[in-house]
């Protein structure tokens, strides 16, 4: 595994993309795995929730670096040599910007919140993708189970061109609980349904 880099990117802010990347960071850390993440979206979530994991553990356990967009290839390549895994969150737009993230990314997860509005925000990502060679994973986020709304969105999702996950990600409050204290969910105080989600999740994205 040692210097694969996964990118997660969707045009369509508040779809979970810094969410997806800090869990799949704090699972492969608790697998024993040393992860970088690497924020290039200017909004800096991700960097805020890194100061607030110092504030909070002291050490964070995890490596950082932020990134204009064609810094991408080199800091990806300095991040390479001392980590197993760097994961790169990226802006919410799609752009030529985005292409040197996809470009560096062994895989590349495309969060989609259970809505159309949000899988209809997807195609512009896929297409970067496709011009890249690469066949990007689509993520179900925030999904309420056993509704029409998701049957409908995962028959939609499995017509584009991209691999449908089958894990998903229900519409938890822990998720957006843990982000803000600078954890994931599996650092939560009781263990839950997310975690077991996210462990899930992991295991398909790296089979």
């Known amino acids: 595994m040692a210097g694969l880099v996964i990118t997660v990117a ?12 800090v869990n799949l960071a704090v699972a492969l850390r608790a697998r024993g795995r040393s992860v970088a993440l690497l924020d290039t979206d200017p909004q800096g979530s991700l960097g805020r929730w ?9 050490d964070p356990g995890l490596d950082f670096s932020t990134s204009s967009a064609w810094g991408v290839s080199y ?4 991040l390479k040599k001392i980590v197993d895994v760097v994961i ?12 040197p993230a996809l470009r560096e990314a062994d ?8 809505s159309h509005v949000d899988l209809w ?3 512009g990502v896929l297409d970067l ?24 969105v995962r028959e939609a999702a499995e ?8 894990a998903s990600l229900a519409h938890r409050v822990v998720f957006a609980e843990t982000l803000g204290q600078g954890l994931g969910v599996l650092e939560a105080p009781r263990r839950g349904p997310a975690s077991a989600e996210i462990e899930a999740l992991l295991d398909e994205l790296l089979a």
């Open 10 to 21: 969707q045009q369509k802010g508040g779809a979970g993309k810094t969410t997806l990347a």
């Open 50 to 58: 890194f100061m607030a994991r110092r504030d909070v553990l002291g």
């Open 75 to 78: 800091e990806c390549e300095k």
């Open 88 to 99: 790169i969150d990226t802006p919410p737009k799609v752009d030529s910007d985005l292409r």
């Open 107 to 114: 895989l590349i997860v495309v969060p989609v919140a259970a």
């Open 121 to 123: 925000a997807t195609e």
């Open 129 to 152: 993708a496709r011009r890249e060679g690469k066949r990007p994973k689509v993520v179900l986020n925030r999904v309420k189970r056993g509704t029409r709304l998701d049957a409908e």
């Open 159 to 166: 017509q584009l061109e991209a691999d449908l996950v089958e």
